[in-house]
């Protein structure tokens, strides 16, 4: 434990403490349930606009984690449950947190894995991943068309604090209620708005 940062021992008197890598997890746990915590009752009035499964996701291990889900009333199930972690390339919320890293930080996620295919859309190759999230960056938000599961999309944007992309906010429905022509004109500026709401009260 000591060896890894994970305890502490004071030399004079032999006792154990914390060391800081329990600090460390402490602040990841208390960021968490804060950005939880401010975009709940967001994602609720987000969920009544548009009446489809809202999620927020945030990154932690080359993992898109959900943190949190408001089902939608459509009948549309999906697999997701807060807790639930999964590769982000092939999610939007994923693509979101994607983009608030570097391009090498990017590749070194996946130096030892492939970028699994999911749905039949999904980006399964590094150089196209690495345009696509370039171009998120540009646009502020995400579109997953099938990437994850087939007849299923879903537009996210980015949650920021102190500048840095910490979470994403989605809105996930089937492809028969989240028309592509729908994601354009109502949905991405309904998510991109939600997102900066919370952004703006995560400054408090």
């Not at 906010?169 to 028969?176: K, L, W």
Request: aromatic share 8%; proline share 3%.
């Amino acid at each position: 434990m000591v060896a890894y940062d994970y305890a502490s021992q004071n030399p004079k008197n032999k006792k154990y403490s914390l060391g800081f890598k329990f600090l460390s997890i402490g602040r990841i746990i208390i960021e968490n349930l804060d950005v939880r915590r401010i975009a709940h009752d967001h994602l609720h009035k987000l969920h009544e606009k548009v009446h489809e499964t809202v999620h927020l996701a945030i990154l932690r291990d080359s993992k898109v984690v959900y943190i949190d889900k408001i089902e939608s009333p459509r009948g549309l199930s999906l697999a997701t449950y807060i807790g639930f972690r999964t590769d982000p390339h092939a999610a939007a919320g994923g693509k979101i947190l994607l983009s608030g890293l570097p391009p090498e930080q990017v590749r070194k996620m996946y130096k030892n894995r492939s970028l699994k295919a999911y749905g039949k859309n999904t980006i399964t190759n590094m150089a196209y991943l690495l345009d696509e999230v370039e171009n998120i960056k540009k646009q502020g938000y995400a579109i997953d068309n099938e990437e994850y599961y087939e007849g299923v999309r879903c537009v996210a944007a980015p949650i920021r604090a102190g500048g840095e992309i910490v979470a994403a906010v989605s809105i996930t429905g089937s492809i028969f209620t989240m028309t592509m022509e729908r994601i354009k004109q109502e949905l991405t500026e309904l998510v991109t708005q939600t997102a900066q709401e919370i952004s703006s009260a995560m400054k408090w």
